[in-house]
Nanobody
């Protein structure tokens, strides 16, 4: 089992920044894909960004490319999402997720590909 705990959400004005963290504990893993997803009210959960745990390869949704940066600290078993130039449309509950092992690039944007999820952290961007 893997436990994921997000932190760092909050209320920020448009144009501001936030950094989310996702701390992983439980089963150790050397190969995994970890991702950030978000879900706004009455909308489906959508892919934001993903990173491979071993190689650090990163993938982004077009809507956040150039504004968000995903990273990880293997020693701390923690993943981050630095969010800059935030917009009201970024308002959502943000979830971190993990898949143990590898994932095809075509699959890592799908919530169904991930085995473990955090409880979510609210991000609200005011205009």
């Amino acid at each position: 089992q893997v436990q994921l705990v997000e932190s760092g959400g909050g209320l920020v004005q448009a144009g501001g920044s936030l950094r989310l963290s996702c701390a992983a504990s439980g089963r150790t893993f050397s190969s995994a894909v970890m991702g950030w997803f978000r879900q706004a009210p009455e909308k489906e959960r959508e892919f934001v960004a993903a990173i491979t745990w071993r190689g650090g390869n990163t993938y982004y949704a077009d809507s956040v490319k150039g504004r968000f940066t995903i990273s990880r600290d293997n020693a701390k078993n923690t993943m981050y999402l630095q969010m800059n130039s935030l917009k009201p449309d970024d308002t959502a509950v943000y979830y971190c997720a993990a898949h143990i092992g590898g994932l095809a690039i075509a699959a890592l944007r799908s919530p169904g590909a991930y085995d473990y999820w955090g409880q979510g952290t609210q991000v609200t961007v005011s205009s």
